[in-house]
């Protein structure tokens, strides 16, 4: 079992920043693949950005590509989501996620945590 707990969300202009983080606990969380997902209201959930277990590897949706960067500290047990150039379009709830993967259909994930809301105003 992981326990995942995300924070960092708020109320951001068009064009702010913000840092997301999600701290892991229950399991070894060095080994888990992590990934970053988000909904908006009257829409289903998406992919954001995933990391490898190492932090060697990453991906990331191309509506966010170029513009949010997803990191790992394995000895704190955390995974970031440093978001820049922020749009309305980014308002939504995120949710960290542990055992990511992408099965070439869809993007999944087993655990989930309990989601942090940020807004983007105009």
């Known amino acids: 079992q992981v326990q995942l707990a995300e924070s960092g969300g708020g109320l951001v202009q068009a064009g702010g920043s913000l840092r997301l983080s999600c701290a892991a606990s229950?399991?070894?969380?060095?080994?888990?693949?992590m990934g970053w997902f988000r909904q908006a209201p009257g829409k289903e959930r998406e992919f954001v950005a995933g990391?490898?277990?190492?932090?060697?590897?990453?991906s990331y949706a191309d509506s966010v590509k170029g513009r949010f960067t997803i990191s790992r500290d394995n000895a704190k047990n955390t995974v970031y989501l440093q978001m820049n150039s922020l749009k309305p379009e980014d308002t939504a709830l995120y949710y960290c996620?542990?055992?990511?993967?992408?099965?070439?259909?869809?993007?999944?994930?087993?655990?989930w945590g309990q989601g942090t809301q940020v807004t983007v105003s105009s």
């Open positions: 990391i490898s277990w190492s932090g060697g590897s990453t």
């Open positions: 229950g399991r070894t969380f060095s080994r888990s693949v």
């Open positions: 996620s542990a055992d990511y993967r992408y099965d070439g259909l869809a993007h999944r994930s087993d655990y």
